[in-house]
């Protein structure tokens, strides 16, 4: 049986160390260096194009190739499939979202498999996102943006995965919704989630996450920690482009 996702004082839940990958013959990733520990927020910053979502495509092994080292807990997951990877307590949220129009919110929400014991139940699922539950019934094209964004992470919340990877939680939504989008990260992290997200808008990253890496041109250019911002500002900023 695969070891599962469960970290120790020196295991990391997740450590990716020299990752490379690629599009077809285009080298995406340089050699990604990083690690993520139990009940951390931890954000990848960059610029457009720098291999931010691509890093977290490769953790969840939907690269065609990729190379290097990666660990879920003590297990290497370098060459296993999606499938796999999902089983020992991964889940990937795109920025696309992935909701079917055609499909109730409630349907939606049913799609997922349950791959592991310790999955949000749908009433505690309801009870996290309220919203959802006025609007059960309603087809996914009648969601806003909003609704829909909270959907896809309610979703993956069913199937059991600890490790939770976010991709552009926040990517086109009002200013109200992106404060809920960040409760709701907060109160997953006191459920004892773990989380590791791509984030654009900085200002949100800052309040919430523990941890954050810079990717510049598919590798990581900086690592630092949220009581350090102050001190790395003008750094941040200038990779950033801000």
Not at 127 to 154: C, D, K, V, Y
Request: hydrophobic share 40%; charged share 25%.
């Amino acid at each position: 049986m695969p070891e599962t996702l469960e970290a120790t004082a020196t295991t990391a839940m997740l450590r990716v160390d020299g990752l490379r990958g690629w599009y077809g013959e285009t080298l995406a990733l340089q050699g990604i260096d990083l690690e993520v520990h139990e009940g951390e927020v931890v954000c990848l910053l960059g610029r457009n194009g720098a291999g931010k979502t691509t890093t977290l495509r490769a953790i969840m092994g939907l690269l065609g190739r990729r190379e290097g080292q990666i660990r879920i807990g003590s297990t290497p997951s370098i060459g296993l499939q999606p499938e796999a990877i999902a089983r020992l307590g991964l889940a990937y949220c795109p920025e696309e979202r992935g909701i079917f129009a055609s499909l109730t919110t409630q349907e939606n929400l049913m799609l997922p498999p349950v791959l592991r014991p310790g999955g949000l139940s749908v009433d505690e699922i309801y009870t996290l996102f309220p919203n959802l539950l006025q609007r059960r019934h309603s087809p996914g094209t009648r969601l806003s943006g909003g609704e829909q964004q909270m959907l896809a992470i309610a979703r993956i919340l069913r199937t059991g995965a600890r490790l939770l990877l976010l991709d552009e939680p926040t990517e086109g939504l009002a200013p109200v919704i992106v404060e809920r989008i960040g409760q709701t990260i907060g109160m997953l992290r006191e459920r004892g989630f773990t989380v590791l997200m791509v984030e654009q808008n900085f200002r949100f990253a800052s309040t919430l996450a523990d941890r954050f890496y810079v990717i510049e041109e598919g590798q990581v250019a900086a690592h630092f920690r949220r009581d350090e911002l102050d001190a790395q500002r003008s750094r941040i900023e200038s990779l950033l482009g801000l």
